[in-house]
């Protein structure tokens, strides 16, 4: 657990594919069924203090166990941290580690008064999210999410009912 953020919920990978990203986890990790956003149906978003609202992201969403995995595939050029995370790991990887805080504001505030940097900032319906940079390690993103955790819980939940590996369902709002 996080001493500034708490529990650990998901972990994030930025993937020059998410299509075969999501079979690679599914064939050789047995991790599925994913939730699948063509276009992540973003409200706002702002990358180093500029606004590039018509940033298109797929992606992927599945879990093993409480841990959720995300799959990040960036299909526009506006700048963003998986556009960079990318650029220099062109194969892709873990790029973000998430919590998911019901005291999103405080927890906020508190990451900016311990030296933390945003990065990237968006809103959603499925809630606001921040990728921060820690100043001593600036190329080490921690983003946080705010309010989805019941949509979270519930898709878990759904993927616990029904776990057929190969099904990639549409992601809900």
Request: proline share 8%.
């Amino acid at each position: 657990m996080s001493r500034l953020f708490g529990p650990l919920r998901q972990m994030g990978y930025v993937v020059p594919d998410v299509e075969a990203a999501m079979r690679h986890w599914v064939e050789v990790c047995g991790v599925g069924p994913w939730f699948y956003a063509e276009r992540l149906p973003l409200t706002s978003f702002s990358y180093g203090g500029a606004r590039y609202d018509d940033i298109h992201l797929s992606i992927g969403l599945a879990n093993s166990g409480e841990m959720q995995i995300e799959l990040i595939q960036q299909r526009s050029e506006h700048p963003s941290m998986a556009r960079e995370f990318l650029l220099a790991h062109p194969k892709g990887g873990l790029q973000h580690w998430s919590s998911w805080p019901e005291n999103y504001d405080e927890l906020y505030q508190r990451a900016l008064a311990n030296g933390y940097q945003v990065g990237q900032e968006g809103d959603a319906p499925r809630g606001r999210c921040d990728a921060d940079r820690p100043a001593h390690l600036p190329k080490s993103p921690v983003a946080r999410k705010r309010s989805g955790r019941a949509q979270y819980d519930h898709e878990r939940e759904s993927e616990q009912k029904q776990p057929e590996l190969h099904h990639v369902r549409p992601l809900t709002q």
